[in-house]
């Protein structure tokens, strides 16, 4: 059971890395939104970017690459002082923190598109809700038990 359970953690962690690394790709490549299905910029008309660029940058970067990097490092276990240091929960492995940041990071993402688009389609929607099942399993004492530092 205890495999399991952290297997669903890689696992949720995982999809939310690789789908973001291809929709932040896909905005990076065609700044337009062409490539997401015709993504119309005038939805941007609330925020600072005249572009999908910045916001794909950010989503390829802090959603995709550092959630595929929170799952290598729960998996290996590294002693990495640099990444240590910002970990704010000083009994667990500093990749089980990132694993609750990752979740954090995506609800700010979504409140802060969902306040840009001034809108809530099913896909915010879906992201809001699937940082609960990260945060859920995280909490599981199995999974905290695995990563408390002795």
Same mark, same amino acid.
């Given at each position: ?11 949720? =962690? ?10 932040? $790709?896909? *905005?990076?490549?065609? &700044?337009?939104? +062409? ?6 910029? @005038?939805? *941007? ?9 910045? &916001? ?6 802090? =959603?995709?690459?550092? &959630? ?28 089980? @923190?990132? @694993? ?20 809530? $389609? ?10 609960? &099942?990260?945060?859920?399993?995280? =909490? ?5 038990? +695995?990563?408390? *530092? =002795?």
């Amino acid at each position: 059971m205890k495999k399991t359970v952290h297997s669903i953690y890689i696992s949720l =962690l995982l999809f939310l890395g690789i789908s973001a690394i291809f929709g932040g $790709g896909a *905005l990076i490549i065609s &700044p337009s939104g +062409r490539l997401l299905g015709g993504l119309p910029l @005038s939805i *941007l008309k609330n925020s600072p970017f005249s572009n999908f660029l910045v &916001p794909g940058i950010i989503l390829f970067l802090v =959603l995709g690459i550092f &959630p595929i990097f929170t799952v290598w490092a729960l998996i290996k276990k590294p002693t990495m002082p640099f990444a240590s240091y910002f970990n704010i929960f000083r009994d667990m492995h500093w990749s089980w @923190s990132y @694993s609750i940041y990752c979740a954090f990071a995506l609800m700010i993402w979504i409140q802060i598109e969902t306040y840009f688009i001034q809108g809530v $389609g099913w896909l915010q929607m879906f992201y809001m809700l699937y940082a609960i &099942p990260i945060l859920i399993v995280a =909490l599981l004492p199995s999974i905290r038990n +695995r990563y408390k *530092l =002795l």
